[in-house]
């Protein structure tokens, strides 16, 4: 079965940090160019941060530049979001998603993916 596990997510306090991870199973990730994106309630689903197939390539939403940081262990056939001063306006419920043929601006700007994985919660609140 082809499929995306995300972990890593939780309850936090501004300022805080989590760690994402993403892995696959079923495929080879080191195939696939890799995002992470998000939706908060009743907004539109973004591209937070993608990263190539060797990690040579990133991209990331202004928003969050400085203070997340993608990667990915393609030996461990997974990809992590670092994510540190975490804000309340991060709360989001947070995907991670593969793609074979895109670049890193397309995949974030486009939302394009092939495989998705079922999301997991991040909350930042006081």
């Known amino acids: 079965q082809l499929q995306l596990v995300e972990s890593g997510g939780g309850l936090v306090q501004p300022g805080e940090s989590l760690r994402l991870s993403c892995v696959a199973s079923g495929f080879t990730l080191d195939d696939y160019v890799i995002g992470w994106f998000r939706q908060g309630a009743g907004k539109e689903r973004e591209g937070v941060s993608c990263?190539?197939?060797?990690?040579?390539?990133?991209y990331y939403i202004d928003s969050v530049t400085g203070r997340f940081a993608i990667s990915r262990d393609n030996a461990k056939n997974t990809a992590y979001l670092q994510m540190n001063s975490l804000k309340p306006e991060d709360t989001a419920v947070y995907y991670c998603?593969?793609?074979?043929?895109?670049?890193?601006?397309?995949?974030?700007?486009?939302?394009?993916?092939?495989?998705w994985g079922q999301g997991t919660q991040v909350s930042v609140s006081s």
């Open positions: 990263i190539s197939k060797r990690g040579l390539n990133l």
């Open positions: 998603a593969a793609v074979q043929f895109a670049t890193v601006q397309s995949m974030c700007h486009q939302i394009i993916a092939k495989y």
